[in-house]
C-alpha cells in the first residue's frame, strides 16, 4: 500500500530571508488575469441593478439664486456635465457665466463622471446632493 504521506514543504520564516534585497522591476510578478473570484466580484462592482434613474437635490450656495423645484430625476448613465448642463439652463445663465457644481459641499466632480456612480457613492438618503454657486465658493 501506500506508505505515509511526506511532510509539507517548510516554508522559510522572514527571519532566515534577507529581506533588505531590493527586486528590479522585471523580478516582480505580474497578474496576466485575475484571480476568478476577484473576477467575479469586480464584473458587479457598480452597476447600479434595477436603477435607471436617481434624484439629484440642488442647493444654492451664498448669492446663487433659487430655483423653484429643487429635486430632479436624472439617468444614472448621463454624465454630470448633463446636470451642469440642466442647471446653467434653469438659472438662465448666459454664454460666458459660470455655475461651480459641489456634490455635498465637498468636492467638485470631473464633468464626464457618471451620474450614477457619484450617486452610489456619495448620496445622502436616497439623493445626490449638489450645492452650486455663481462664483467659487471653495478655495
Known amino acids: ?6 511532510p509539507a514543504p517548510i516554508v522559510p520564516d522572514e527571519a532566515d530571508t534577507d529581506a533588505d534585497l531590493p527586486l528590479t522591476m522585471a523580478a516582480s510578478v505580474v497578474l496576466t488575469g485575475l484571480p476568478r473570484d476577484a473576477k467575479s466580484a469586480l464584473e458587479g462592482a457598480g452597476d447600479l441593478v434595477g436603477i435607471e434613474k436617481v434624484t439629484i437635490r440642488l ?4 448669492s446663487a ?5 429643487a429635486r430632479f430625476k ?3 448613465s448621463q454624465p454630470f456635465s448633463t446636470v451642469v448642463r440642466f ?9 460666458h457665466e459660470s455655475v461651480f457644481c459641489y456634490v455635498n459641499s465637498v468636492f ?3 464633468l464626464d463622471e457618471g451620474v450614477g456612480n ?6 445622502v438618503g436616497d439623493e445626490l446632493v449638489v450645492h452650486y454657486a455663481i462664483h467659487p465658493a471653495f478655495g
Open 1 to 6: 500500500m501506500s506508505g505515509p504521506p511526506s
Open 74 to 76: 436624472v439617468s444614472t
Open 87 to 95: 442647471l446653467r439652463r434653469k438659472l438662465g445663465l448666459k454664454e
Open 118 to 123: 457619484l450617486w452610489r457613492c456619495f448620496k
Open 108 to 110: 467638485s466632480p470631473a
Open 59 to 62: 442647493h444654492p450656495i451664498a
Open 65 to 69: 439664486p433659487h430655483l423653484t423645484q
